[in-house]
């Protein structure tokens, strides 16, 4: 069932009353973003963490340390690492079809190219230079692809999407003189969702959660259709099939699910990627005791030095506890670092990285025109 309700483009130019529930919308959310650290922005969060960035760089005498924890990686995986470059290291039967297009090509173009992988719709467009869920997508229909050629502006992959139903993030590190690693950190990702109670549109019941509100004007602009459905009764709606924070994602702490099994698996997959000490792998699986016996899982990413233990996430997680977490992290990071360079491996000279900052900088200011 659908209720008429104003078109995207008129959703600021309506009338008063509904300019106004907006403007009560936006005012909750920004109370909300205040009050829920998890909320916060990247730099506000980090801020304190700076200092002890500092620190390791004076343990590691060099700005750019980090570049020597993941010597199969551009840059150690810290930023504007490709994406494919980092799939074309991992044995192919722990990744989806994935391949690199560039934004001229074609929506007939790019379907011939899926049809040849033998892949069909649903799949992932995602940029392969990107962050924090910038510009990944599920493509469901043509319209859709053609809506997203129109707005992309830099090469990009194309990933077959995994139905598995359990996605989570795990991270894994391993120091360079002893013969395992560990699994230090689990999120598990809860899509964004409503559930119906027969009479409210899903517009409707986002406003009634201050984390889908925070998505609201997203969705007016990509599924607006959606948004006047009128969810039967205990009926489940994702709104978003991507596990990704900034996209709307609960993150819940898994770190209860780590044992010596999915040590094990970790340890084994790591071993086979050349290069590769510190971060943490996205993946989806039919469930976890298919992943704890190694089997029917799909890794969708692999972040380096730059990725976060994403269980600090938890909505309620103790702020002191996340950044004693982070630290931790940062601390394994420089050790590796250090322990790599003392095996022969170099750090990124000053000027080396100070040039590829700049041109991490000027890809991101262009990806946007």
């Known amino acids: 069932m659908e209720v008429t309700l104003p078109e995207p483009d008129q959703l600021y130019n309506s009338s008063p009353s509904k300019k106004s529930l907006y403007a009560k919308l936006n005012s909750s959310v920004v109370w909300a973003k205040i009050f829920r650290w998890e909320f916060w922005?990247?730099?506000?969060?980090?801020?304190?963490?700076l200092f002890y960035?500092?620190?390791?760089?004076?343990?590691?005498?060099s700005i750019f340390f980090f570049t020597a924890s993941n010597p199969g990686i551009e840059f150690g995986g810290m930023l504007g690492e490709s994406k494919m470059k980092i799939f074309d290291l991992i044995p192919a039967q722990y990744i989806p079809k994935t391949f690199r297009l560039t934004p001229d090509v074609s929506s007939t173009e790019l379907l011939m190219h899926v049809k040849d992988r033998g892949m069909d719709f649903p799949f992932i467009l995602k940029p392969d230079i990107g962050e924090r869920g910038w510009m990944v997508e599920?493509?469901?229909s043509e319209e859709q692809l053609n809506r997203y050629l129109e707005d992309i502006q830099v090469d990009f992959l194309v990933q077959e999407f995994v139905p598995y139903e359990v996605e989570l993030g795990v991270f894994y590190y391993h120091y360079p003189d002893q013969p395992r690693g560990t699994v230090s950190s689990i999120v598990m990702k809860d899509m964004l969702k409503v559930v119906g109670d027969g009479v409210q549109t899903v517009e409707q019941l986002m406003q009634q959660d201050a984390r889908a509100k925070m998505h609201l004007q997203r969705l007016w602009l990509k599924e607006p259709i959606k948004l006047r459905h009128i969810p039967s009764r205990g009926e489940i709606v994702e709104l978003v099939s991507i596990g990704n924070h900034c996209l709307g994602t609960t993150f819940l702490n898994g770190n209860h699910?780590?044992?010596?099994?999915?040590?094990?698996?970790?340890d084994r997959v790591s071993q086979q990627i050349e290069g590769f000490y510190f971060g943490r792998y996205d993946l989806r699986c039919r469930s976890l005791d298919d992943l704890y016996r190694?089997?029917?899982f799909k890794v969708l990413e692999l972040n380096g030095a730059g990725a976060e233990p994403a269980h600090i996430y938890h909505p309620g997680f103790s702020l002191i506890q996340a950044y004693k977490d982070i630290i931790h992290h940062l601390q394994v990071l420089t050790d590796i670092s250090i322990l790599n360079r003392k095996r022969g491996i170099p750090y990124m000279g000053f000027f080396e990285g100070l040039r590829e900052v700049r041109k991490?900088?000027?890809y991101n200011r262009e990806k946007v025109k």
């Open 41 to 49: 922005p990247f730099s506000v969060f980090y801020f304190p963490v």
């Open 53 to 61: 960035w500092l620190w390791s760089t004076i343990r590691a005498r």
């Open 138 to 140: 599920l493509i469901k």
């Open 257 to 266: 699910l780590i044992n010596d099994k999915l040590i094990a698996v970790f």
């Open 294 to 296: 190694g089997e029917y």
């Open 360 to 362: 991490i900088r000027k």
